[in-house]
């Protein structure tokens, strides 16, 4: 089913962003994001549907931005956890921290400054900036792709720790 309406959403585009339409599916897709837990890998085809219908109603997504954002920190902050504890985790934990980096990176896409306060309020930052100290050159990509998102989108939440962002890319 996450498939079809990720594709859906790929192929209407903004034609998705329908009240009716969205009054019915973001509930259900919400409801089904609280059911897994943050390891089942069930999750990840939800992850990239939620990619494709985020980038698809754009601002729409607003009521729901902040619980999927949260949860996608959560996540990452689990996958660093796991990840420091033992490196062997990150082969198991790649594909979470890879399908959580792009859905925050899509709500930043779509909400720009509205996406602000929910980034404020996190510690979206501090957990990249951890992330550096892993020695895998696929995190660091990811990471400095993230940087560039917030400096892009949401300058103003990352311009004080850009500067040391800069220097670890040194």
Request: glycine share 4%.
């Amino acid at each position: 089913m996450f498939d079809c309406v990720g594709s859906i959403a790929q192929a209407v585009g903004e034609g998705l962003n329908n009240n009716e339409i969205l009054g019915t599916l973001l509930p259900l897709l919400n409801k089904k994001w609280e059911q897994f837990s943050d390891n089942d890998r069930s999750l990840l085809t939800l992850f990239e549907c939620f990619e494709s219908v985020v980038f698809a109603i754009k601002e729409a997504i607003e009521p729901y931005a902040k619980n999927i954002f949260d949860r996608c920190v959560k996540i990452l902050t689990n996958v660093l956890t796991n990840i420091k504890n033992d490196y062997e985790n990150l082969f198991v934990e790649t594909d979470f921290y890879i399908r959580s980096m792009d859905l925050i990176s899509s709500i930043f896409t779509s909400l720009n400054q509205k996406a602000e306060p929910i980034v404020m309020q996190s510690n979206l930052i501090v957990v990249l900036r951890e992330f550096l100290d892993i020695r895998d050159l696929c995190i660091k990509q990811y990471v400095f792709a993230m940087v560039g998102d917030l400096q892009k989108h949401l300058g103003a939440c990352i311009k004080d720790k850009l500067p040391e962002f800069i220097t670890c890319a040194i």
